[in-house]
């Protein structure tokens, strides 16, 4: 990566790669239906310990970006599927990664929604790498810069095939990251008591047991 071997890559060195250099977004959006929009997007934030200014105000830089500026205090379900995915998308974006990972992001949802998915993915990958795995090839031919088709584990096509290059890449020091201590606290005890129900009837069970 970026020159670097990863053959001597710890556990907590690939923790703090993907926290730092990669965005995730998923065919089924996975946001949290309890936290607010301006909560979903930030999390990733929250676990490398930024404090709460500056999430908040990368949370509305990215909203502005997916263009749902004026959606920071709703909740997921008050939302349609494409804008949930414009959410998931925002969320993978907030961290400014060098490399986004999307695994049908459009599967869950219509066709003009897929359109505008596709449209802001592309605009996205004019500054950063988009890999996005997709059964449409359809999507694939419009979309993409590179096709690569992979059966049974094999890849059986390559439009566009690396060549081998002599250039050099800086080596970079791996920066570590981490969910400061009390953000931890104060996520748990939030999660506890939206859940409190559930968590009072788990206690009594395990009293008893």
């Given at each position: 990566?970026?020159?670097?071997?990863?053959?001597?890559?710890?556990?907590?060195?690939?923790?703090?790669?993907?926290?730092?250099?990669?965005?995730?977004?998923?065919?089924?959006?996975?946001?949290?239906?309890?936290?607010?929009?301006?909560?979903?997007?930030?999390?990733?934030?929250?676990?490398?310990?930024?404090?709460?200014?500056?999430?908040?105000?990368?949370?509305?830089?990215?909203?502005?970006?997916?263009?749902?500026?004026?959606?920071?205090?709703?909740?997921?379900?008050?939302?349609?599927?494409?804008?949930?995915?414009?959410?998931?998308?925002?969320?993978?974006?907030?961290?400014?990664p060098s490399l986004l990972?999307?695994?049908?992001?459009?599967?869950?949802?219509?066709?003009?929604?897929?359109?505008?998915?596709?449209?802001?993915?592309?605009?996205?990958s004019q500054d950063r790498?988009?890999?996005?795995?997709?059964?449409?090839?359809?999507?694939?031919?419009?979309?993409?810069?590179?096709?690569?088709?992979?059966?049974?584990?094999?890849?059986?096509?390559?439009?566009?095939?690396?060549?081998?290059?002599?250039?050099?890449?800086?080596?970079?020091?791996?920066?570590k990251v981490r969910m400061?201590?009390?953000?931890?606290?104060?996520?748990?005890?939030?999660?506890?008591?939206?859940?409190?129900?559930?968590?009072?009837?788990?206690?009594?069970?395990?009293?008893?047991?």
């Amino acid at each position: 990566v970026n020159g670097e071997s990863t053959k001597g890559f710890r556990s907590a060195d690939w923790d703090n790669y993907r926290n730092r250099h990669v965005g995730f977004i998923f065919q089924s959006y996975n946001l949290v239906s309890t936290y607010s929009l301006e909560k979903n997007i930030t999390l990733p934030l929250s676990m490398r310990g930024v404090d709460g200014k500056t999430r908040l105000a990368k949370a509305k830089e990215v909203l502005k970006e997916v263009g749902l500026e004026e959606d920071l205090k709703k909740k997921p379900s008050e939302l349609s599927g494409g804008q949930q995915q414009r959410i998931a998308i925002a969320r993978a974006l907030v961290g400014n990664p060098s490399l986004l990972l999307c695994d049908e992001p459009t599967g869950a949802l219509d066709s003009k929604s897929s359109e505008q998915c596709m449209n802001l993915l592309k605009e996205l990958s004019q500054d950063r790498l988009v890999i996005l795995v997709t059964h449409n090839q359809m999507l694939a031919e419009r979309y993409s810069d590179r096709i690569i088709r992979i059966e049974d584990g094999e890849i059986v096509f390559d439009s566009a095939p690396l060549r081998s290059s002599n250039e050099q890449t800086e080596k970079k020091e791996k920066e570590k990251v981490r969910m400061g201590f009390f953000s931890a606290i104060a996520t748990g005890a939030k999660n506890i008591f939206l859940k409190k129900g559930r968590n009072i009837v788990t206690s009594i069970a395990c009293s008893i047991g």
